[in-house]
């Protein structure tokens, strides 16, 4: 089993942090994982992504051009990635702020309105795990059990506390995650 | 066995460093590798091994002052990425002149000057041919992953310290902000004064009455002296290229067609080899882990062996120089590279490769 995914969204939406989490989940339950982000420029108040390849066997290339998901958080991110995701392959996207909705029919598309998700935890700083919950439900490529190891891993000890907040976005977004095309 | 840690290849190299019992870190930051600093800022080593950790003012001044901690026998270290590097060079070379011992962390980003913050291969010349001035050489270890930022560390100060050389962990912005999982080994503590007396009986700890006194320079007014100095490290880089060459080999045992790559390029080319050998062509790849010494003869035999050679480097060609003068004309040897700090996909070189040999 390899998935390769980008996650894509605005600097501060808590895209890398999605993909670290994602990442130690799966070296939870001893995957092989590489998280490779831009850096640099695009950062600072830009668009930020990182690519994550969780894998059985050993990863060789890093850089992939393809992905089987995309995650995909703001309009940018819509017109760079939507083309890149494999025929049969996954696209997840937040549609608050896109203005273009993706449009291809060769691939499976759901939607989580992650902001309302966080408006229903009561923290918008989880939005990003709402998200990350939208995409679980559609590939549960990790078990949620180690997802919260993962958390656990990620999350700075004081802030431990926080993990089953993080818990429940990751669930309500599991519930509220939206399959707009299926092939 | 050993937890497995998620961490960037440069945060890597700053907590192997804390655990390899390393004395002194002396940086400047510079994208692509500032986190190797931010790390031991983060992880205040003094308050636990006792490790100096400096922000210097410039790469001259952190160079320089990894030529007074190696003079006294400390295990000292340093990163930068590429135009940081150049200003290094002259230090690197007054530190091969006096034989010590030092690793020099360089996370290269494309050039020629500020150029640009991406990933780049583009100083293989640079640190594998020397970067100062003088007959001089370093080693030169490419790491290709956060698990390799973390061995190399330790690796770097055995061959420092067994050959009184420089060592420089050549790895690109790719290796540095990639996070994968790292395996951390035992801890080992610093030297103690005892352990640095045999390590390095040349340092200049203090001259007691039982010796002649030490001296740590490389400057020599004897045109003789020198040109027997010179000899003595020629003598000195034969052994090493006689020992320390290392690499490895991904599907050559029967290859007609062998890439060879460095770092970051050889995960890439590791791709290549998979996409090819799905299409029935029998691709390999040889991956140079010690760039200097360079594997000559490994490449030379495998030479021998296939149709074709193609040498995958991030730069306009620089090590596909070396692998020709392994290959001495036996095959022919190709080259694709990308530069700027954009990269090539493995699609993007099976075509150079398919257009090279004749096979598109």
Redesign the interface.
Known sequence: MKEEIIIAGFGGQGVLSMGKILAYSAIMQDMEVTWMPSYGPEMRGGTANVCVILSDKKIGSPIVTKYDTAIILNQQSMDKFEQTVKPGGWLVYDPSGITRHPSRTDINICRIDAIEGAARIGNSKVYNMVVLGGFLAVKPIVSLENVEKGLGKSIPARYSSLIPMNKAAIEDGMEHVEIVHRI | MAE?I?MKGNEAIAISAIRNGVDGYFGYPI??QSEVMETLMKEKPWETTGMVVLQAESETSSINMIYGGASCGKKVMTSSSSPGISLMCEGISYIAGAELPCVVVDVMRGGPGLGT??PSQSDYNQIVKGGGHGDYHNIVLAPASAQDMYDFVDWGFDLAFKYRNPVVILAD??IG?????VEMHEMKPRRTAEEILKAAPWATTGKPSTRERNIITSLSLDADIQEKFNRKLKNKYEVIEENEVKFSEYMTEDAEYVFVAFG?SS??C??VV?ELRAEGIRAGLLRPITLWPFPFGEIARLAKQCRSMMSIELNLGQMVHDVRLAAGGTCPVGFYGRQGGN?Y???EIVGEFKKFNGLA
């Open positions: 497995k998620l994208t692509p913050i991406q912005g790719i902000q990639m996070m994968e999982k970051c995960r890439i590791e791709a998979d990269i996909t493995p699609e």
